[in-house]
């Protein structure tokens, strides 16, 4: 009797492991399919995207083109208020050209396939200092400070680059007149292998209100400036997402804002330790 009843249980557990593995098998399956699925959908929407902005801003260069050729040609003729109407026109598509840019590089974003590496941060904004912001650090006499050698981490070095050049062109627009632009950029090692970067300006800081939007596409950061929007800082957001970070900003008007974000720590067992640590 015991050794049937051994062999009876062995069976029903032989039986109950192949139900796990058929369940096992089928959910790896369904899970495949979706990945086919997902990267097909992503596919078309790359597609889509790429063809829709091309045939929404092939228009608006027409009009901002022959607008400006009409207002050229029209120079001292037109009275004050048609003046004003043909530049409101110019305006407009200029802007509505640089909407569609934002949303193709945030589109853009969501389906690029991500390579995470070890980056040097220093290394990176030294770049961002000699090629991109060269420009406009020259033209406003920007000033952009290091206090400590800044830590290495975890991720994509295209994202980052970006990610980095918009917080900085952001304290660099939005600062407040006669006074030098300043952007002081520093890191510390947080828990859970996370790197915390701040970018801290001198600028016109933000009102506490707009704080839990500013990371929203098509959000006005300053009230003064009615058409400006802040799609830089909603990129800012995707990215950090895509990083499994987390992302905000400390500011009140008049004061300058410090915006932080996280990223995963290096994970090269030899990254400098200059950085301090906080928990």
């Not at 980052?160 to 510390?188: E, H």
């Not at 915390?196 to 300006?201: M, V, W």
Request: aromatic share 4%; proline share 3%; hydrophobic share 35%.
């Amino acid at each position: 009797m015991p050794d049937k009843c051994i062999a009876k249980r062995q069976q029903a557990d032989e039986q109950e492991l192949k139900k796990a593995n058929e369940q096992l098998r089928r959910e790896i399956a369904e899970r495949r399919r979706l990945e086919r699925a997902l990267d097909v959908s992503n596919t078309e929407l790359r597609d889509f995207i790429h063809m829709a902005s091309h045939d929404l801003r092939e228009p608006l260069r027409k009009i901002s083109s022959f607008g400006t050729l009409l207002k050229d040609s029209l120079a001292g003729k037109l009275d004050k208020e048609g003046q004003e109407n043909l530049n409101f026109m110019i305006d407009g598509t200029e802007r509505m050209t640089q909407m569609i840019e934002d949303l193709l590089v945030y589109s853009r974003i969501n389906t690029m396939a991500t390579v995470f590496e070890t980056v040097d941060l220093n290394e990176t904004v030294e770049q961002l200092v000699q090629l991109e912001l060269a420009a406009i650090i020259e033209g406003t006499g920007a000033i952009i400070e290091i206090p400590q050698s800044l830590p290495k981490v975890h991720a994509d070095p295209v994202l980052l680059r970006q990610l980095l050049q918009n917080f900085i062109v952001s304290g660099i627009t939005y600062r407040r007149q006669d006074v030098q632009p300043r952007v002081l950029i520093k890191a510390a090692r947080v828990a859970g292998n996370m790197v915390r970067i701040e970018l801290q300006d001198n600028g016109e800081g933000i009102d506490k209100r707009h704080h839990k939007d500013i990371f929203k596409m098509f959000v006005r950061l300053h009230s003064n400036q009615e058409e400006e929007s802040g799609n830089g800082l909603a990129v800012c957001k995707k990215i950090v997402d895509k990083h499994g970070g987390q992302i905000g900003v400390e500011s009140k008007v008049g004061a300058g804002s410090n915006f932080w974000f996280t990223l995963p720590e290096s994970k090269n067992i030899e990254q400098e330790q200059d950085g301090p640590v906080s928990t």
